[in-house]
């Protein structure tokens, strides 16, 4: 199977733009859908991110998602950081059986 | 909106089952469309998918807990559940609800925390 490698934490200040980078281990990132969710403390987590790129209805366009098949890594940008984006983010995709992989998660710090 | 919660006891001893019930409102668990799954994240630790039961009922388990994992729907009371048999201290987590439109989560519960301790 293979892994999904997030960094542990990035700081950024409001207003600017964070990049959250998903390095998959082994196999194409490109052969499975990649989504990306946000965990706030004291609220259900949301996703962010889902099939690569696409935001669910009430996501800001602040939010936007790819995938580098150079680098085999899939990515979250926030762009006009606000400190309600300060929380934990984290990666998900698929292996051939279907069966979910998750990255280790990424704290957002907006200081 | 669709809104999901998670229920059950937040202390198991070990050896026992641990039991969890999530109950969704704002949308028929019964439609066959959409996927049902738990996901738990152990203190300290990141995420880890325990499996998903679609609308049909067929099953996908994480292979490391298959042996120990139940999943089913009651569509009478428009609930889910999930039942890990003889639990240790690892399974020690907060427990998420989802559904999604694919075998993913779409929408969370805001999770549950079980302990497992004598």
């Known amino acids: 199977n293979f892994m999904l490698t997030q960094p542990h934490s990035v700081s950024e200040s409001p207003g600017k733009t964070v990049i959250i980078s998903c390095t998959r281990s082994s196999g194409s990132v490109a052969s499975n859908y990649v989504q990306w969710y946000q965990f706030r403390p004291g609220s259900s987590p949301t996703t962010v991110i889902y099939e690569d790129k696409r935001r669910p209805s009430g996501v800001p366009d602040r939010f936007s998602g790819s995938i580098d098949t150079s680098s085999n890594s899939a990515s979250l940008s926030i762009s006009g950081l606000k400190t309600e984006d300060e929380a934990e983010y984290y990666c998900q995709s698929f292996d051939t059986n279907n069966f979910l992989v998750f990255g280790g998660g990424t704290k957002l710090t907006v200081v | 909106q669709v809104q999901l919660q998670e229920s059950g006891p937040g202390l198991v001893k070990p050896s026992q089952t641990l039991s969890l019930t999530c109950t969704v409102s704002g949308g028929s668990i019964s439609s066959g469309y959409y996927y049902w799954s738990w996901i738990r994240q152990p203190p300290e630790r990141g995420l880890e998918w325990v499996g998903y039961i679609s609308g049909i009922g067929s099953t996908n388990y994480n292979p490391s807990l298959k042996s120990r994992v139940t999943m089913s729907l009651d569509p009478s009371k428009n609930q889910f559940s999930l039942k890990l048999s003889s639990v240790t201290s690892a399974d020690t987590a907060v427990y998420y609800c989802?559904?999604?439109?694919?075998?993913?989560?779409?929408?969370w519960g805001p999770g549950t925390l079980v302990t497992v301790s004598s």
């Open positions: 989802a559904r999604g439109g694919a075998p993913r989560p779409g929408y």
